[in-house]
């Protein structure tokens, strides 16, 4: 019998919502997903602090979601926070409101932890996936790389190079400037620099998150996005820079004519490109595989394998009695 469950990822640019049916041989069935913006990291790297009108964004909702878990019978709702609450002074603050006023525990999650289980997201529907692999998650407030070999994890690195956080520490003009993108290049080259000890070229190179997955939708020219067309989509090198050409010349509101692109990812998806671009430079890759799952769906399924282990643990201890 499979369990219904909730994963909801809190992002520093988005908040996503995952509802499934997880069976105890850890296959997952989305019924239903989402994506809102709450831009919760915003001035995050600046200030240290969460303003409260997105606060207020992401408080609204996660009341929204916790209305559809109710309406979809969800048993077990599992919240996860990422970089913006890792940064954030006053994180604890808005883990107490959440408490209050919704009920929901949020886990605020280390970057080794969110690498591991995008890496388990990402694979868990590529068995087909043989050899290295290398899983790029490219976040709002940072980049997490997770390197494994036949699907199995074994190490990763995280960097605090995100599409937000570098947005507002880079470009002030819009569109930004040819000083500002080249102090942008020479910034993600010092950062890349840390991950040397894992830039062995992979077999395979994985990308995860919103960025990758909006690249993919605009390479296809969705008018609807379409996660069964972008899940597997290998998106070229040559078609990324196509695409960074293409939004360097904009500004922000103007982009959003591009096929794709959806509101509340305009003002970023550059950054974004810029880094995916320079990850496939680092890894000399012509192109990378996108899935659209990623962290939501490791939440469930490292769930699901805790429970697993905790009911062989019992049978154990009730065997050994007898």
């Known amino acids: 019998m499979a369990d219904r469950m909730a994963a909801i990822d809190i992002g520093t640019n988005t908040i996503l919502l995952l509802i499934a049916e997880v069976s ?3 296959q997952i069935e989305p019924i239903y997903q989402a994506q809102r913006v709450a831009r919760l990291g915003q001035g995050v790297n600046e200030t240290g602090k969460l303003r409260p009108e997105n606060v207020k964004k992401a408080l609204d909702v996660l009341e929204a979601y916790q209305t559809v878990c109710r309406a979809y019978s969800v048993q077990k709702v599992l919240c996860v926070g990422t970089s913006a609450l890792r940064d ?3 994180r604890g603050d808005f883990l107490s409101a959440v408490k209050h006023y919704l009920g929901l525990e949020i886990r605020v999650i280390s970057g080794e932890e969110e690498a591991r289980l995008s890496f388990l997201g990402a694979l868990s ?8 692999v290398l899983v790029a998650d490219i976040g709002g407030g940072s980049t997490e790389f997770v390197s494994g070999k036949a699907g199995k994890y074994e190490g990763c690195r995280s960097l605090n190079v995100g599409s937000v956080r570098l947005t507002e520490r880079f470009f002030h003009h819009d569109p930004p400037v040819t000083e500002e993108l080249n102090a942008f290049r020479n910034l993600l080259d010092q950062e890349f620099r840390k991950i040397d000890a894992i830039s062995v070229e992979p077999d395979h190179l994985v990308g995860v998150a919103g960025t990758v997955t909006t690249l993919a939708a605009m390479a296809l020219k969705m008018t609807d996005y379409d996660p069964g067309k972008t899940d597997g989509y290998e998106l ?24 794709g692109l959806y509101p509340g990812r305009e003002d970023v998806i550059l950054a974004g490109s810029l880094i995916l671009e320079g990850i496939l430079e680092k890894f000399n890759r012509n192109a990378v595989i996108v899935s659209d799952r990623g962290l939501r769906f490791g939440v469930l399924l490292n769930e699901v394998s805790h429970e697993n282990r905790d009911r062989k643990g019992v049978k154990s201890a009730v065997s050994s009695k007898f």
């Open 88 to 90: 954030a002074s006053d």
């Open 125 to 132: 529907n590529k068995p087909a996936l043989k050899g290295s």
């Open 236 to 259: 070229s090198l040559e078609q990324i820079r196509r695409l960074i050409r293409q939004l360097k010349a904009l500004p922000s509101k103007e982009r959003l004519k591009i096929p």
């Open 24 to 26: 105890a041989k850890n």
